[in-house]
C-alpha cells in the first residue's frame, strides 16, 4: 500500500518560513518523480516544485527564489522549504509521487497577520 504523509504545515506571518515534509512509503522512491502542490480556496490545484529521481528540480514562477525542494533518499522523504511566504501562498499543500500518480492527504499552509 503506497502512502504519501505531510506535515510542517501551520500559520505563519508574512516574510516568515516554513518546512514542510512528505514521507512515503509502499514504493521504490529513489526512482519516482516527487512533487508539492498547492491548492487555494476555489482554485485548481497547481503545481508548486518538483524534484526528479536524479535531483533535478523545477519550480512555478510564482515561488522561484522563494521555495526550495529536496529530498532525501535515505529516508524517503522530500522537503519544501519556504521562505519570504506572501498571504498568496495560503494554501493546501500536496506531496505527489509519479509515475503511478499518488497523492498526500495535504497540509495546510496560512500566511496572514
Known amino acids: 500500500q503506497v502512502r504519501l504523509v505531510e506535515s510542517g504545515g501551520g500559520l505563519v506571518q508574512p516574510g516568515g518560513s516554513l518546512k514542510l515534509s512528505c514521507t512515503a512509503s509502499?514504493?521504490?522512491?529513489?526512482?519516482?518523480?516527487m512533487a508539492w502542490y498547492q491548492q487555494a480556496p476555489e482554485k485548481q490545484r497547481e503545481l508548486v516544485a518538483i524534484i526528479s529521481p536524479s535531483s533535478t528540480v523545477n519550480y512555478a514562477d510564482s515561488v522561484k527564489g522563494r521555495f526550495t525542494i529536496s529530498r532525501d533518499n535515505r529516508i524517503n522523504t522530500i522537503y519544501l522549504h519556504m521562505n519570504g511566504l506572501k498571504p498568496e501562498d495560503t494554501a493546501v499543500y500536496y506531496c505527489?509521487?509519479?509515475?503511478?500518480?499518488?497523492w498526500g492527504q495535504g497540509t495546510q499552509v496560512t500566511v496572514s497577520s
Open positions: 505527489h509521487a509519479a509515475p503511478g500518480d499518488y
Open positions: 509502499g514504493i521504490a522512491f529513489g526512482s519516482y518523480t
